[in-house]
Each structure stands twice: as structure tokens, then as C-alpha cells.
């Protein structure tokens, strides 16, 4: 069973950075395939959205809003993602999920992790 793993939230001021990681793990490396990965966030009372994605060949889509401000990269010897998120806002507070699609020979799976909380105080 694929999990992943998240970690690296927290409490920080505006303007502060913080780190996050997703390690996944629990995969068939010889009958199955991470390819991409992302992170996506949800505020309270509102939709989960995407904030960064990144292909195994390191291709990155990164949303509007934290254009410039939050870089997303993958080591996929490790199997894991960072999101490493600087020039925080109040706006960006939000539980964190990390998401990897996983393929094998019959079918692509999405898998999520538990979420971690970032609040960034004005």
C-alpha cells in the first residue's frame, strides 16, 4: 500500500518561510511507477486547490498565486517531494496535502497524504 508521508508545517509570521516534504513509500518499485507528484492545499470553508506540481522528469506547474514565492522540486531516489514556500501570507494558511500518481501496468492511482497544517499570523 503506497503512503506518504508529510511533514514540515507549522506556525510562522508573514513574510517567514517554511519547508515541506512528502516521502512516499510502500510501492513495488519493479511493478510500479511514482509519476507526478504535487502539493495542494485547503483553507477553511473552502475547495481544495492546487498549489504545485512536478513530473518524475521534473517538469513543475506551479499555481498563479504562489508564482515566485514557493518552488517545488523532487529528489526520485528518495521518492520525495519539497515544497519550500518563502514570502509567506496570511492567505496561504491552509492544510498541505501531498499527492503522487502512481502507475502500474493496468491503472494510475492517487494517493494523499494526511495533511499538514501551515498558519502563517499577520
Known amino acids: 500500500q503506497v503512503q506518504l508521508a508529510e511533514s514540515g508545517g507549522g506556525l510562522v509570521q508573514a513574510g517567514g518561510s517554511l519547508r515541506l516534504s512528502c516521502a512516499a513509500s510502500?510501492?513495488?518499485?519493479?511493478?510500479?511507477?511514482?509519476?507526478?507528484m504535487g502539493w495542494y492545499r485547503q483553507a477553511p470553508g473552502k475547495q481544495r486547490e492546487l498549489v504545485a506540481t512536478?513530473?518524475?522528469?521534473?517538469?513543475?506547474n506551479i499555481q498563479d498565486s504562489v508564482k515566485g514565492r514557493f518552488t517545488i522540486s523532487r529528489d526520485n531516489a528518495k521518492n520525495t517531494i519539497y515544497l519550500q514556500m518563502n514570502s509567506l501570507k496570511p492567505e496561504d494558511t491552509a492544510v498541505y496535502f501531498c499527492?503522487?500518481?502512481?502507475?502500474?501496468?493496468?491503472?494510475?492511482?492517487?494517493?494523499w497524504g494526511q495533511g499538514t497544517q501551515v498558519t502563517v499570523s499577520s
Open positions: 510502500g510501492f513495488a518499485f519493479i511493478l510500479q511507477r511514482i509519476s507526478t
Open positions: 512536478i513530473s518524475s522528469g521534473g517538469t513543475t
Open positions: 499527492n503522487a500518481l502512481v502507475s502500474s501496468l493496468s491503472e494510475t492511482r492517487s494517493y
